[in-house]
T-cell receptor
Framework: DAKTTQPTSMDCAEGRAANLPCNHS???????VYWYRQIHSQGPQYIIH???NNETNEMASLIITEDRKSSTLILPHATLRDTAVYYC??????????FGTGTSLTVIP | SAVISQKPSRDICQRGTSLTIQCQVD?????MFWYRQQPGQSLTLIAT?????????ESGFVIDKFPISRPNLTFSTLTVSNMSPEDSSIYLC????????????FGQGTRLTVV
């Protein structure tokens, strides 16, 4: 079963930062937090992942709380092409993913 | 990174028939997985495709309905057997990450419609 809880949907104005929260209060010490997104029922696309430190790449930033029970994905300057369903997943590296319902992000012009 | 090719990308099948979906990875990977995504839903794990041994199925999925092969470290197949309209879904394969700094990759999916 999925170990994450996310809001069902969110809106964000184009050009503004999109902050997507995720709760994972039962995360274990070896599990990473992964973020993927799915656009128009294509295969999920990797965004970012982390263990306990904050991470940043060309797509997004990942902020993980000190107790690791929650995290936030930040898209710094949302564009219309960022409209998608965003999935937060906790898993051991190499292991299977149990997807939750995800957050449907709509970027508004 | 790994590139995953799935075939077919879509198909329309008659009820009672079977369809085999192929998943080819461009590099050797230890772990491969199969997922189902029903219309408007999230992804549900079907099974772990184990190389050289029987697949490991999740609760609610059985080998007779979804036989899986994994003959080597770059290839796997999923068969949807004796199909009914309820099997209409997108089926996706993925790799597992190869280590702590490797993400999982997903194929583009096979969109199956059973009529």
């Amino acid at each position: 079963d999925a170990k994450t809880t996310q809001p069902t949907s969110m809106d964000c104005a184009e050009g503004r930062a999109a902050n997507l929260p995720c709760n994972h209060s039962t995360i274990s010490g070896n599990e990473y937090v992964y973020w993927y997104r799915q656009i128009h029922s294509q295969g999920p696309q990797y965004i970012i992942h982390g263990l306990k430190n904050n991470e940043t790449n060309e797509m997004a930033s990942l902020i993980i709380t000190e107790d690791r029970k929650s995290s936030t994905l930040i898209l710094p300057h949302a564009t219309l092409r960022d409209t998608a369903v965003y999935y937060c997943i906790v898993a051991n590296p190499g292991n299977q993913f149990y997807f939750g319902t995800g957050t449907s992000l709509t970027v508004i012009p | 990174s790994a590139v995953i090719s799935q075939k077919p990308s879509r198909d329309i099948c008659q009820r009672g028939t079977s369809l085999t979906i192929q998943c080819q990875v461009d590099s050797q990977v230890t772990m491969m997985f199969w997922y189902r995504q029903q219309p408007g839903q999230s992804l549900t794990l079907i099974a772990t495709a184990n190389q050289g041994s029987e697949a490991t199925y999740e609760s609610g999925f059985v080998i007779d309905k979804f036989p899986i092969s994994r003959p080597n470290l770059t290839f796997s197949t999923l068969t949807v057997s004796n199909m009914s309209p309820e099997d209409s879904s997108i089926y996706l394969c993925s790799t597992g990450g190869g280590g702590t700094n490797t993400e999982a990759f997903f194929g583009q999916g096979t969109r199956l419609t059973v009529v």
